[in-house]
């Protein structure tokens, strides 16, 4: 019986890593992944998989203190101030231009 327990210690700690690993390469926490694959192994992992790339969404920025946010954000975390919706959008791949000109 004991040993059957470590296997599916062993089993869920390799989704955990999985979904971790896959959802800090869409850009999100790998620590919340990590635990929710390990807590629910197959659908967590599957869940992972599916869930949005957060490093393909659209960007705007905070007019007040120039940070970039991703575009459905509505207050700034660096200074608090509440966004309007922007008339332009800074797209994915120029997000890092954007913060290093900064």
């Known amino acids: ?6 296997g599916l210690i062993v089993i869920c700690t390799w989704f955990g890593l999985a979904g971790g690993y896959v959802g800090k390469r869409k850009g999100s926490s790998f620590t919340m992944w990590f635990l929710i694959s390990f807590c629910v192994p197959f659908i967590g992992l599957l869940t992972a998989l599916v869930y949005r790339n957060e490093g393909k969404e659209l960007r705007r920025q905070c007019p007040d203190c120039g940070r970039v946010l991703l575009l459905e954000d509505t207050v700034c975390m660096k200074c608090g101030s509440e966004l309007e ?3 332009v959008a800074i797209a994915p791949g120029s997000r890092r231009s954007a913060a290093s000109s900064q």
Do not use: H, N, T, V
């Not at 019986?1 to 470590?6: D, I, L, P, T």
């Open 1 to 6: 019986m004991a040993g059957s327990s470590y």
């Open 85 to 87: 919706f922007p008339d």
